[in-house]
């Protein structure tokens, strides 16, 4: 197995507060890594340190990425897409039009099922869609890491398990990482191929998913989470 | 709601009638026999009426003077349109229109003769021919006296009243002056005293055209109008005035020292800059009125009034 | 279609009222037309005199200077948003310049650009740039955090990010900026007009005023009052709501 990217004894937060202390994080190529745990506890600002969006927020660490590695996200907020732009174009921002690109796009849409939107301005949309949108939009710039900030969680039950249905046939596909933070922790086994959990600064345990522990991994992260 | 959205109506109606009408007796009603409303615009040309109003020489005469600051012709029009003005003073066009127009007001006397003309900002125009199609000509406004002198001498030269309208620019004496100065593209201005010899003081400002020039004789700059209401009902107000501004003009030539000392500081200048001006002869102060015949043929000829019956 | 009826049927009773008044005969009729008269006028003018031209001259020049107004509003809209002293100046020049008449500035734009309608176009700009200013200002600080995210995530270049995305994200602002900045050029060029007095060939709708007012054609004054209304009301009900709907009505953000 590829290892992705690597991070040795990392702490990051806010105004030398760290969130997360110590962290050792290596991504894999190809997994799903779902981060969890608690409401503030650091999930997102460690995402989006990943991302390279909070690059000030790094207090101390070592940094080893395997190449320049080609990082897209998602974000939970289904006004991600830009309303002015149709489906198509939406997911095309900052590409040019060329045909390979374009067929490209129709081709990612069209796994995601939302082809016959691809003329469609964002409004008419559903969040789930708008979210598949989103999906296709960072797909279209072939990254080797796609990170994910709760990208479902305002959708119902049904519209999430469809998502999550199709965001794993799209990482079998295109042999994705995927970084997923939820605070949904029956979302994080059913899609996860690794667990991090986070707990209080300097307290994190990773879990390995296998079809064996499955049935089990609820009650023990719950458990975990309490501590 | 329907009924009460007509109610509305009928209320909005009816405030609409009151607003309309309502103009019309508030003018009249704010009239006072003993008063007379007159219009005074800024100008040496109107001095007479400065020395009047400082030496309440109405008032000696027991009538009260309302006097109300106006800019220019149209708007002294638009004044006694409305009733709320007696007596006016500006040239003769503007005066014309107005008659041309079914205005019943008259002219009762002159004021003031003037030496007008025509001063370009550059030393190569000094004739009509010199002016180029882009050239901007400015003037108090178009039917004004100057706009009026203009056309005259432009159907003498090229055959073409019009032939400058398309390059016409209105604005104030003053501003005029400051536009001639500052443009470095070729301007003209027309203009009255004592804006001609302030323009002239630049050396490369040049005279292109005299009023006299233009008009083939003397004529009267500004003449004194007033409204059909007030030769109605002031008639002896009018009479009064009249002799006062006689009694004026007089005071002026007899005492010009006195008269200096007096006008100087209303029109913000030194003592002998305004001897300088009263004595010389660019302005003459004369009750007779010259030239309204010849303007009115002329205007009628060309077409700036249409009704041959202002012929009088 | 009623809210139309109802317009016209105020519209109908309005000109009613005033043929009444002028039937009453209170005022002279130089100053107060009857309303036949004034539709003749109308008629006359467009058919044998300037009017069309001049309609035409004034669209035309403002049009050019809330052209020029907008597009340095929306560059000095992204430099006050950078920090530092540039944008403190312009933040100054804002609260400076925008409370101050164009028609005051008038004589110094007189000393400054000369005659001719480059004033007029340098006072419609005036009017037009700092209302549109604050409000692309505010649009661009109003834009949600997550776009800025999202451009640095995918590294979109600082073209994509103006034009993709920051500048339609404020059209809605963008659009009110443009019509207070439309309603002042209008009164701006109008009244710069008739007291400056453009005439002949750079001349518009003022100066079709000024011209009426001194040669005392009151029916053609208010005629041209008629198609000053007309051509407020087109541009509010028409030109502005074709705006908003193949834009921000059509992409769903309605503020």
Redesign the interface.
């Known amino acids: 197995m590829k290892v992705l990217m690597q991070w040795s004894s990392l702490s990051i937060g806010y105004d030398k507060k760290p969130l997360v202390e110590n962290l050792d994080l290596i991504i894999r190529s190809p997994e799903i890594l779902c981060v969890v745990g608690e409401t503030g506890i650091g999930k997102s600002t460690l995402l989006r340190f990943i991302a390279g969006l909070q690059e000030k927020e790094r207090l101390s660490g070592t940094v080893t990425e395997v190449n320049q590695i080609r990082k897209a996200m998602v974000f939970q907020e289904t006004d991600q897409i830009f309303p002015w732009k149709r489906v198509l174009s939406n997911v095309m921002i900052g590409m040019s039009k060329t045909t390979e690109n374009l067929s490209q796009a129709k081709a990612i849409l069209r796994e995601l099922g939302i082809e016959d939107k691809k003329d469609a301005y964002p409004y008419t949309l559903s969040g789930g869609q708008k979210q598949r949108v989103a999906i296709a939009r960072a797909l279209m710039r072939k990254p080797d890491l796609l990170l994910m900030d709760e990208p479902f969680g305002s959708l119902d039950v049904q519209n999430r398990k469809k998502n999550q249905e199709i965001l794993r046939q799209l990482f079998w596909h295109h042999e994705l990482s995927v970084v997923f933070v939820t605070h949904d922790l029956q979302e994080a086994i059913d899609l996860g191929d690794r667990i991090l959990l986070l707990k209080n600064p300097g307290h994190h345990q990773y879990y390995e998913v296998t079809d064996k522990n499955r049935q089990l991994l609820l009650p023990q992260l719950l458990s975990e989470m309490r501590i | 709601m329907k009924a009460m959205v007509a109610n509305n109506?009928i209320l909005?109606?009816c405030l609409?009638?009151m607003v309309?009408?309502g103009?019309?007796t508030v003018g009249t009603q704010s009239h006072d026999d003993k008063e007379l409303q007159i219009a005074e615009q800024f100008g040496l040309a109107y001095a007479p009426l400065v020395v009047i109003k400082e030496k309440s020489m109405m008032q000696d005469h027991g009538v009260q003077v309302e006097w109300i600051q106006l800019n220019n012709?149209?708007a002294i029009?638009?004044a006694m349109?409305?009733s709320h003005l007696d007596i006016g003073f500006m040239g003769i066009p503007?005066y014309l229109?107005?008659k041309?127009?079914?205005?019943g007001w008259e002219v009762f006397t002159g004021l003031t003769k003037a030496e007008l003309a025509l001063v370009s900002n550059n030393e190569d125009i000094n004739a009509l021919t010199d002016i180029e199609r882009q050239d901007?000509i400015?003037l108090p406004?178009?039917?004004?006296i100057q706009h009026i002198l203009l056309a005259m001498a432009a159907e003498k030269e090229f055959g073409d009243a019009q032939y400058f309208?398309?390059?016409?620019?209105?604005?104030s004496h003053p501003?005029g002056l400051?536009?001639l100065k500052?443009?470095?593209?070729p301007?003209l201005l027309f203009t009255a005293p004592p804006y001609v010899a302030m323009a002239l003081q630049e050396p490369k400002f040049q005279k292109v055209l005299t009023g006299v020039d233009a008009f083939g004789g003397p004529f009267t700059f500004i003449v004194g109008v007033a409204s059909e209401t007030a030769w109605r009902e002031k008639k002896s107000q009018i009479d009064i005035f009249q002799t006062v501004l006689r009694e004026a003009i007089l005071w002026m030539e007899q005492y010009p020292e006195d008269a200096a000392d007096l006008l100087a500081p209303y029109y913000q200048i030194t003592h002998q800059e305004m001897m300088n001006y009263l004595q010389s002869g660019e302005l003459v102060y004369a009750l007779d009125v010259q030239g309204m015949e010849r303007f009115q043929e002329f205007m009628l000829q060309v077409g700036?009034i249409k009704k041959e019956e202002a012929l009088r | 279609m009623n809210r139309w009826l109802k317009h016209i049927l105020v519209i109908i009773s309005f000109m009613m009222l005033w043929q009444l008044v002028f039937w009453w005969g209170i005022y002279p009729t130089a100053s107060f037309p009857s309303v036949f008269h004034i539709f003749r006028a109308l008629w006359m003018e467009f058919t044998q005199g300037d009017l069309s031209r001049q309609l035409l001259i004034t669209l035309w020049t403002i049009t050019k200077g809330v052209g020029v107004g907008a597009l340095l509003a929306v560059i000095l809209a992204f430099v006050w948003r950078k920090k530092g002293i540039v944008g403190d100046m312009i933040a100054t020049m804002v609260s400076v310049a925008h409370p101050l008449p164009g028609i005051a500035l008038l004589p110094l734009l007189i000393l400054w650009f000369g005659i001719g309608e480059r004033v007029i176009v340098v006072m419609i700009v005036h009017a037009v740039v700092w209302p549109m200013l604050i409000n692309i200002k505010a649009g661009l600080d109003n834009m949600p955090v997550i776009y800025h995210q999202i451009a640095d995530v995918f590294s979109l270049s600082s073209k994509t990010r103006i034009f993709e995305i920051a500048l339609p994200s404020s059209l809605p602002f963008m659009l009110s900026g443009l019509k207070t900045g439309w309603a002042r050029a209008w009164r701006a060029m109008i009244a710069g007009e008739m007291v400056f007095g453009v005439i002949g060939q750079s001349g518009g709708l003022g100066t079709y005023l000024f011209q009426k007012r001194v040669f005392m054609d009151t029916p053609g004054l208010l005629a041209g009052l008629l198609v000053i209304i007309a051509m407020g009301i087109f541009v509010e009900e028409f030109f502005f709501s074709f705006l908003e709907n193949s834009t921000i009505k059509r992409w769903g953000m309605g503020q």
């Open positions: 109506k909005w109606l609409s009638l309309l009408a103009g019309c012709a149209s029009r638009e349109l409305s503007p229109i107005g041309d127009n079914d205005m901007r400015i406004q178009p039917g004004s309208d398309e390059q016409l620019l209105s604005m501003d400051q536009a500052n443009s470095k593209d301007v700036y």
